[in-house]
């Protein structure tokens, strides 16, 4: 069913506005609905209320109030079937091997570009409808 995009529900945790907002505009463009946290806390709140219409969550590694992992961590918790995405603006290969054992759905580098942000949704369609 190619050309078929579906519409996914994503929520992105970000403590910096302008990456939200450039996040957000591009999903919101390619026809997705979208949540937005300025922090982790802020986050796992929306995330405990909305995880069972959640599609995926992008959420930032570094962060002052609770980091990524944390973040991930307490979502896991909650419900472990939603993906998770991890984003950072440091491009640290030792970082993300740390990852390679949690159920990590993918990795992303800020700032986000549209063709990185429709590769991960791409990959998330292909998981979707096998």
Not at 117 to 126: A, G, P, T, V, Y
Request: with cysteine.
């Amino acid at each position: 069913m190619e050309g078929d995009n579906q519409t996914f529900n994503i929520l992105i945790i970000d403590d910096e506005p302008m990456i939200l907002e450039i996040a957000g505009e591009i999903l919101t463009y390619l026809g997705h609905k979208v949540w937005m946290a300025e922090s982790g806390n802020q986050g796992i709140k929306i995330f405990s209320e909305k995880h069972h219409e959640l599609h995926l969550v992008i959420v930032d590694l570094l962060m002052p109030d609770m980091n990524g992992k944390e973040c991930f961590e307490q979502m896991q918790k909650i419900d472990d079937h939603v993906p998770i995405v991890l984003s950072t603006g440091i491009s640290d290969v030792e970082n993300k091997e740390g990852f390679k054992h949690l159920n990590v759905f993918g990795f992303l580098e800020k700032p986000y570009t549209l063709i990185q942000l429709r590769d991960i949704l791409q990959k998330l369609e292909s998981v979707n409808t096998t």
